[in-house]
């Protein structure tokens, strides 16, 4: 069998031809352990622009706020201190742009791209949002109660209402607002329940800090 037969049928075992011009590189051969080639570049030797595009563009993309020091994983070399200068600049350019209709806040212990809030009233109308987002009196003082006495349990806030919250602490486990946050050394060892990321967005808060006040929340009553 001829060197050129086995050539064809794949039969010669030694490596194959190098390519002749760079266009005839696998892509697969173009890295050898299989990484993206963007990822083989240090971030130091990204300008700050492009750092502050793919900033943008991460959070243009994210449906969630994201944090400095997630996104400091995407640049291996980059100290989060800067990345947060970077982020500034961001914010400032963004939100100083009438024109966009949105703008970059801090919420949730992150940033995220948010819609302006003249424009609300509108959307919420649009994606009929209005019946799902709002809370019940109910709902809403169940909540308050987790929000400012948190970590509680369910006993504590039924005692504190004085009627029953069960059908309330479904609900708001199911939309997602509170969570289990371990168990009470109290008798019985009751779970304990505090609020979640998505109540910080929901009420546009950064930390548990920024409570709003009781009339504040009643905004969200239905």
Same mark, same amino acid.
């Given at each position: 069998?001829?060197?050129?037969?086995?050539?064809?049928?794949?039969?010669?075992?030694?490596?194959?031809?190098? =390519?002749?011009?760079?266009?005839?590189?696998?892509?697969?051969?173009?890295?050898?352990?299989?990484?993206?080639?963007?990822?083989?570049?240090?971030?130091?030797?990204?300008?700050?622009?492009?750092?502050?595009?793919?900033?943008?563009?991460?959070?243009?993309?994210?449906?969630?706020?994201?944090?400095?020091?997630?996104?400091?994983?995407?640049?291996?070399?980059?100290?989060?201190?800067?990345?947060?200068?970077?982020?500034?600049?961001?914010?400032?350019?963004?939100?100083?742009?009438?024109?966009? =209709?949105?703008?970059?806040?801090?919420?949730?212990?992150?940033?995220?791209? &948010?819609?302006?809030?003249?424009?609300?009233?509108?959307?919420?109308?649009?994606?009929?949002?209005?019946?799902?987002?709002?809370?019940?009196?109910?709902?809403?003082?169940?909540?308050?109660?987790?929000?400012?006495?948190?970590?509680?349990?369910?006993?504590?806030?039924?005692?504190?209402?004085?009627?029953?919250?069960?059908?309330?602490?479904?609900?708001?486990?199911?939309?997602?607002?509170?969570?289990?946050?371990?168990?009470?050394?109290? =008798?019985?060892? =009751?779970?304990?329940?505090?609020?979640?990321?998505?109540?910080?967005?929901?009420?546009? &808060?950064?930390?548990?800090?920024?409570?709003?006040?009781?009339?504040?929340?009643? &905004?969200?009553?239905?």
């Amino acid at each position: 069998m001829s060197s050129d037969k086995n050539l064809h049928d794949g039969g010669v075992t030694g490596p194959a031809p190098f =390519p002749e011009s760079e266009s005839e590189v696998p892509v697969d051969e173009e890295v050898s352990d299989g990484r993206d080639i963007a990822e083989e570049i240090a971030a130091s030797e990204l300008s700050r622009d492009e750092v502050r595009r793919i900033l943008y563009a991460i959070l243009f993309m994210s449906d969630k706020p994201v944090s400095i020091g997630r996104l400091a994983q995407v640049f291996d070399d980059m100290d989060p201190d800067v990345l947060g200068m970077i982020m500034l600049e961001l914010k400032e350019n963004i939100n100083r742009n009438a024109d966009l =209709p949105y703008q970059l806040v801090e919420v949730g212990g992150g940033y995220q791209l &948010l819609t302006r809030p003249e424009f609300s009233r509108h959307i919420r109308k649009f994606f009929q949002l209005r019946k799902s987002n709002r809370l019940s009196k109910s709902l809403l003082e169940t909540l308050a109660v987790i929000a400012y006495k948190q970590p509680v349990t369910r006993a504590e806030v039924e005692a504190i209402r004085g009627v029953s919250v069960s059908y309330a602490f479904d609900q708001l486990l199911e939309k997602k607002l509170i969570r289990v946050a371990g168990v009470s050394d109290l =008798p019985g060892r =009751p779970k304990l329940y505090r609020t979640t990321e998505e109540f910080l967005v929901t009420f546009g &808060l950064n930390s548990i800090k920024d409570l709003p006040s009781l009339d504040e929340m009643k &905004l969200y009553e239905s």
